[in-house]
């Protein structure tokens, strides 16, 4: 595939949120927003391509290719990508709606990284993006995979494009059916002592003990090859 196909385009009409959807959740950010995540892919995967699945105006794909990381994404909104490639023009971002087979070789990637994206999507394209990207990672290949619980009654009222909210433990069942071997939860507790630390702190070792979904203000996991 050409470097040319790679990069910014304009795209075609479709996917998840306008132009006013993404100045709404995402213009008071800049790519440090992101470092949490490309330190979760530096510490638990290997070295090798990074794939950003609903890489929305390209903020992490910018973080990683700052810390000199080769990083691609994909966004099934072209005003996303519009503004990313306005931002950005080096990026490789560019339109692909993620109910279609990724435009990608088998095991072309080490790292796929979905970050509050599968809430947006119909349940059925859900599945098919973790197909996916368990096709595109090289064997032995992490999916960094996050997003609000099905618990979590504010993510659920907040954003009317929340419309797949799983529970953790759904979550990780849609990862072993598409063939993931290893899967590692790292979910946040709901707040439900309010701010207080030490409640928060006692939630959190209780849900490493025990696997009550309804704790849980997340479905996060990393999922390997």
């Known amino acids: 595939m050409s470097e040319a196909n790679e990069t910014c385009s304009e795209g075609i009409d479709g996917g998840i949120g306008d132009r006013q959807y993404y100045e709404k959740w995402y213009m008071d950010r800049d790519w440090r927003f ?3 995540i490309l330190a979760q892919v530096v510490e638990r995967s290997l070295p090798g391509p990074i794939l950003d699945l609903g890489a929305g105006v390209g903020y ?16 099934g909104s072209a005003a996303a990508v519009e503004i990313g490639c306005a931002r950005q023009p080096r990026l490789k971002l560019r339109h ?9 070789a088998d095991g072309t990637f080490q ?17 098919t993006a973790v197909g996916e990207a368990f096709r595109v990672l090289r064997p032995g290949g992490m999916l960094l995979i996050t997003s609000p619980s099905l618990y979590n009654k504010n993510e659920r009222t907040a954003d009317p494009t929340h419309i797949n909210m799983l529970a953790p433990s759904t979550l990780a069942a849609m990862l072993r059916a598409a ?8 979910d946040e507790p709901l707040p439900l002592f309010g701010s207080q630390r030490l409640g928060h702190q006692v939630l959190g070792r209780l849900m490493r003990v025990v696997d009550w979904d309804w704790l849980s203000a997340s479905a996060n996991a990393r999922a390997y090859k």
């Open 96 to 104: 692909h709606v993620l109910s279609r087979p990724l435009p990608f």
């Open 179 to 186: 063939g993931f071997t290893t899967i590692e939860r790292f």
């Open 60 to 75: 992490f794909l910018e973080c990683a290719d700052r810390w000199g990381l080769e990083c691609s994404g994909v966004d």
């Open 34 to 36: 992101y470092r949490y």
């Open 111 to 127: 790292t796929v990284v979905m970050n509050q994206v599968i809430e947006h999507l119909e349940p059925a394209v859900g599945r």
